[in-house]
C-alpha cells in the first residue's frame, strides 16, 4: 500500500462522504470556517455552506439544522433506509433521525457506553447503529427500534485497557465490513458484519484518525494529512 497525500491541512480531518465527493472542514478559526471538497480529479477546491449542507445531508439541510440543538458541522450522520438519515454529535449523546423530508422521526438519549462520549456512528440495515467509544476503548452495535445494545468491541474501561481496540476514534462500513481506524496504535481493523470475526488491516506509521472508501479511491486521515491509500 502507497500514499498519496491529498492535503496537509492540520485542521481538516473528519471526511464527509457522499457517492461522488468528500467534503471537509478546516476549523483553524472556530468563527469563519473553510469548507472543501474533492473528487475523483483529488483537487481540494473550496465551497460554502450550501453547497456543504446539501451535499452532505440534502435539499432540506436547513429545515433539519432547524431542530438540531448545534450547527450542523458538530455532528456526524449516516444514511439509514428509504431517505433517512441519522445525526449524533459527542456533546449531546442524542440520536436524531429525520425522514426524506426533514422531519424528526427519533431522538433518543442513548444510555449505553457508560458515560463515554460517541465520536462517530454508521447505520446497518435494516434495524442497527454502530457506535465509536473512543475514550472507552469500545464499538457497539445497537438495535434502533429496541433501543439496546446486541454486540460490542471492547469493554468500556475508562483505564488505558487497550486489550484490542486503542482510541478507535470514527468507524466506516461496507456491504461486508465495519472498518475500525485506531488512533492510539495507528491500526486499522475490520469486522465481518455477518461472522463478527475482527481482522487486522494494517499497522500504520501514524496516528489514523478515518478511513473511508469511495467510487474513486480509498482514503486515510493521519497526524499529517488526508491521502488516499493505494
Known amino acids: 500500500m502507497t500514499l498519496n497525500k491529498i492535503t496537509d491541512k492540520q485542521k481538516t480531518s473528519y471526511l464527509y462522504i457522499t457517492k461522488s465527493e468528500i467534503l471537509t472542514i478546516d476549523w483553524t478559526d472556530g468563527k469563519n470556517l473553510v469548507y472543501y471538497a474533492f473528487d475523483k480529479s483529488k483537487h481540494l477546491r473550496v465551497v460554502d455552506k450550501e453547497y456543504f449542507g446539501r451535499t452532505t445531508v440534502g435539499n432540506n439541510y436547513k429545515k433539519i439544522e432547524e431542530q438540531l440543538v448545534g450547527s450542523l458541522e458538530n455532528y456526524c450522520s449516516t444514511k439509514g433506509d428509504h431517505g433517512d438519515i441519522y445525526f449524533c454529535t459527542h456533546q449531546e449523546g442524542k440520536l436524531y433521525r429525520f425522514d426524506k423530508d426533514g422531519n424528526k422521526t427519533l431522538a433518543w438519549n442513548i444510555e449505553i457506553g457508560e458515560g463515554h462520549a460517541i465520536y462517530d456512528l454508521k447505520f446497518e440495515s435494516p434495524d442497527y447503529m454502530w457506535f465509536a467509544f473512543p475514550t472507552g476503548q469500545t464499538v457497539s452495535k445497537v438495535s434502533i427500534s429496541e433501543k439496546k445494545e446486541v454486540f460490542k ?35 486499522l481493523y475490520k469486522i465481518d458484519l455477518k461472522t463478527k470475526e475482527l481482522t487486522l488491516v494494517k499497522t500504520f506509521e501514524e496516528k489514523i484518525w478515518q478511513y473511508a472508501q469511495t467510487e474513486f479511491g480509498t482514503f486515510i486521515v493521519t497526524d499529517s494529512g488526508i491521502y488516499e491509500l493505494k
Request: charged residues 25%; glycine residues 6%.
Open 153 to 187: 468491541i471492547g469493554e468500556y474501561s475508562w483505564e488505558d485497557d487497550f486489550d484490542v481496540l486503542n482510541y478507535p476514534e470514527s468507524i466506516f462500513i461496507n456491504e461486508s465490513h465495519l472498518f475500525i481506524p485506531n488512533m492510539g496504535n495507528n491500526r
